[in-house]
């Protein structure tokens, strides 16, 4: 194996160069069009680009990542985590074409990759799972009579792919039909398969995974578990190891049931096999059929590199350790940094600013150190072409607590600015007392999220006055005189507009004033304190662990811009496509009512009305893309008798 092509972008490609460049083996990058001056092009050894920008014309084409292969005189393929990782058709074209896959062997990945498979090896090999329904037989009614089998509340989920995508809660029967749809429809879209299967769902389980290694020699190994129970729409964004629900003996019982899957199906390499866990029972709910990637906690835990385990065992070489030769030390916390708002909303845009806490990147964080595994810099475009996720932080500690403080500092001094962010969301995650008591489960954020944003949004209006007017005053300041006449303003924030007077008293001092709040008294620049331009007299700042967005609204009319935006105009919040248009002109709407679905970054959107209306326009069509601002639909008032 002298030279690996990396079917992958981004963070993912640059995590596997790093290992492979380190062991002395060259390495291939391909790139879309929006990908041209990426970091992960720029580190390998050549890159060739794939031509288009969509995933279906560049990742995912089997016969542009081949051709790479042949092109530049590789001998091996490395998949990453997404895109092709788990897609057994494109492992078998690699072998077909000569060249080593990395990764496990085709039959293991049909065997394992699809959920329906996976759950009927598990039966026949004493793997526990939840009662529920795979089978071929498609249609709505089989999955109607075997939902009134199994009973609510039950799971729809995607029979391919994984990533939270294609799965539906469903806690009454009128529910099932839509959700069906929705899934089937997602899935579609996301993994080119509509399958689906059913199964029992378990309401305040957690989700633990157990990462398995392989070799060609029948060797089969375990290297404990992570919890990844906070989650967002069945997206983990915070994993951790050890799970704090997990003693020794029940390490041992789920460590065997994964790799006695594993061995079931043939298995070689990394492969992570994923439980809900509840109380002291657990149940299989997929395998995943590659390295994921959250596999830095464990790489911390255990000083593992998993990428170079990746490449030994490609090569032949058996498994370096025995399962009583592996040893876990400390605790490990990884956050997951996404291109998203408060509420979860995917967003694009370019990286105006980027900053980063003291860190190593790809490599093992040593106790109390900080590893920070992305492809940021500035200037960096976040495209809508693909998921929203900019990188990863990982704490290795020597204590939970410990880890936990050290990551919020490490999410409170890195900086992104220019597009919206979940850094301090995070933050506020790892500080909520069920999380830090170790209590999350599965649907701590469905519980909590509601609080969390509420108390960020008390922040950023605590922070409103002093950060904003550094934002709007950093650049107007030149002149030590101080200026006697008070200059007041209407600075917008989410939606609300603040009345702000600030006085300059000279030397880069400024006096502000705002009702309810004692005035203060700021020297330009604030230390802490960082903001850019993101428009026409709208800025981003940050501060610690508080984000903000502000607009001068001053030179507004008044009426303008003291609107908190009436159920007049339904707009699109980020790039997507429009995949259903559930209601039609005239219709009478009720506050929530979904009125435009967006598909963005590989997941669907509702969009709803945001008040009691009446449907006067709709404006897009589906199979449509839309823009941020994007005008899709505008109401009337709700008319008599309107649903409420």
């Given at each position: 194996m002298k030279k690996i092509l990396i079917a992958n972008r981004g963070e993912i490609a640059r995590r596997i160069i790093h290992t492979a460049h380190r062991m002395g083996i060259e390495t291939v990058a391909v790139y879309s069009d929006p990908d041209a001056n990426a970091l992960h092009v720029r580190e390998a050894t050549q890159?060739?680009?794939?031509?288009?920008?969509?995933?279906?014309?560049?990742?995912?084409?089997?016969?542009?990542?081949?051709?790479?292969?042949?092109?530049?005189?590789?001998?091996?393929?490395?998949?990453?985590?997404?895109?092709?990782?788990?897609?057994?058709?494109?492992?078998?074209?690699?072998?077909?074409?000569?060249?080593?896959?990395?990764?496990?062997?085709?039959?293991?990945?049909?065997?394992?990759?699809?959920?329906?498979?996976?759950?009927?090896?598990?039966?026949?090999?004493?793997?526990?799972?939840?009662?529920?329904?795979?089978?071929?037989?498609?249609?709505?009614e089989r999955f109607a009579t075997e939902a009134a089998r199994i009973g609510t509340p039950l799971m729809v989920k995607a029979v391919a792919g994984g990533g939270g995508r294609g799965m539906r809660l469903v806690t009454d029967m009128a529910q099932l039909p839509a959700a069906l749809a929705s899934a089937r429809s997602e899935a579609l879209a996301g993994f080119g398969c509509g399958d689906l299967l059913i199964e029992r769902a378990l309401l305040q389980p957690r989700h633990v995974?157990?990462?398995?290694?392989?070799?060609?020699?029948?060797?089969?190994?375990?290297?404990?578990?992570?919890?990844?129970?906070?989650?967002?729409?069945?997206?983990?964004?915070?994993?951790?190891?050890?799970?704090?629900?997990?003693?020794?003996?029940?390490?041992?019982?789920?460590?065997?049931?994964?790799?006695?899957?594993?061995?079931?199906?043939?298995?070689v390499g990394a492969g992570t096999v994923e439980f809900l866990l509840d109380g002291a029972e657990f149940f299989l709910m997929e395998m995943n059929t590659r390295l994921q990637v959250e596999h830095p906690v464990t790489e911390a835990l255990t000083g593992l590199d998993l990428v170079e385990w990746q490449m030994r065992v490609a090569r032949g070489?058996?498994?370096?350790?025995?399962?009583?030769?592996?040893?876990?030390?400390?605790?490990?916390?990884?956050?997951?940094?996404?291109?998203?708002?408060?509420?979860?909303?995917?967003?694009?845009g370019r990286v105006l600013q980027f900053g980063a806490p003291p860190a190593t990147a790809f490599e093992r964080a040593a106790p109390g150190a900080l590893r920070f595994d992305h492809a940021l810099e500035e200037g960096a475009e976040v495209t809508p072409h693909y998921d929203a996720m900019l990188g990863k932080l990982i704490v290795h500690a020597p204590t939970r607590p410990e880890a936990i403080a050290a990551l919020v500092r490490a999410l409170h001094s890195t900086r992104v600015l220019g597009l919206?962010?979940?850094?301090?969301?995070?933050?506020?995650?790892?500080?909520?007392?069920?999380?830090?008591?170790?209590?999350?489960?599965?649907?701590?954020?469905?519980?909590?999220a509601a609080d969390l944003?509420?108390?960020?949004?008390?922040?950023?209006?605590?922070?409103?006055?002093?950060?904003?007017?550094?934002?709007?005053?950093?650049?107007?300041?030149?002149?030590?005189?101080?200026?006697?006449?008070?200059?007041?303003?209407?600075?917008?924030?989410?939606?609300?507009?603040?009345?702000?007077?600030?006085?300059e008293l000279g030397g880069g001092r400024l006096l502000v004033e705002q009702a309810g709040a004692e005035p203060v008294t700021?020297?330009?620049?604030?230390?802490?304190?960082?903001?850019?331009?993101?428009?026409?007299?709208?800025?981003?700042?940050?501060?610690?662990?508080?984000?903000?967005?502000?607009?001068?609204?001053?030179?507004?009319?008044?009426?303008?811009?003291?609107?908190?935006g009436g159920a007049t105009e339904l707009r699109a919040p980020f790039n997507g496509k429009v995949v259903a248009l559930p209601v039609s002109a005239g219709q009478a709407l009720a506050a929530g009512d979904t009125v435009v679905v967006i598909e963005s970054m590989k997941l669907e959107h509702s969009l709803a009305s945001p008040a009691a209306a009446t449907v006067a326009e709709l404006l897009v069509a589906p199979g449509q893309q839309v823009s941020p601002g994007q005008v899709l639909a505008r109401f009337a008032p709700a008319t008599q008798g309107a649903p409420a």
């Open positions: 890159a060739v680009a794939l031509g288009g920008a969509a995933s279906a014309d560049t990742y995912l084409h089997t016969d542009k990542l081949l051709a790479a292969a042949r092109a530049t005189g590789a001998d091996a393929v490395h998949p990453g985590y997404g895109f092709l990782s788990e897609n057994a058709d494109f492992a078998q074209a690699v072998v077909d074409a000569g060249l080593t896959w990395m990764g496990p062997p085709p039959a293991a990945i049909r065997a394992l990759g699809s959920k329906s498979e996976a759950k009927a090896l598990a039966h026949a090999h004493g793997v526990p799972c939840l009662p529920g329904y795979s089978g071929a037989d498609q249609s709505d995974e157990v990462q398995i290694f392989a070799d060609a020699h029948g060797a089969c190994i375990h290297l404990g578990e992570r919890d990844c129970s906070v989650q967002r729409r069945h997206q983990k964004i915070i994993e951790e190891s050890p799970s704090p629900a997990v003693d020794a003996a029940l390490r041992e019982r789920m460590g065997a049931c994964a790799v006695a899957l594993a061995q079931a199906a043939g298995y070489e058996p498994l370096p350790l025995t399962q009583d030769q592996v040893h876990l030390q400390g605790h490990a916390i990884e956050v997951r940094l996404c291109a998203e708002d408060a509420h979860f909303r995917p967003h694009t919206p962010t979940n850094r301090a969301f995070l933050a506020a995650c790892l500080q909520h007392p069920v999380f830090a008591s170790g209590q999350a489960l599965v649907p701590f954020l469905s519980e909590h944003q509420d108390l960020l949004l008390k922040s950023e209006l605590k922070a409103l006055a002093h950060c904003a007017v550094e934002a709007v005053f950093s650049s107007e300041i030149s002149s030590d005189l101080p200026c006697a006449l008070a200059r007041p303003m209407r600075l917008r924030h989410q939606g609300q507009v603040h009345l702000v007077v600030v006085r700021l020297q330009l620049p604030q230390r802490g304190v960082n903001c850019v331009a993101v428009g026409p007299r709208r800025w981003h700042w940050q501060t610690g662990g508080v984000d903000g967005w502000v607009e001068d609204a001053s030179w507004e009319p008044a009426a303008r811009a003291g609107a908190a």
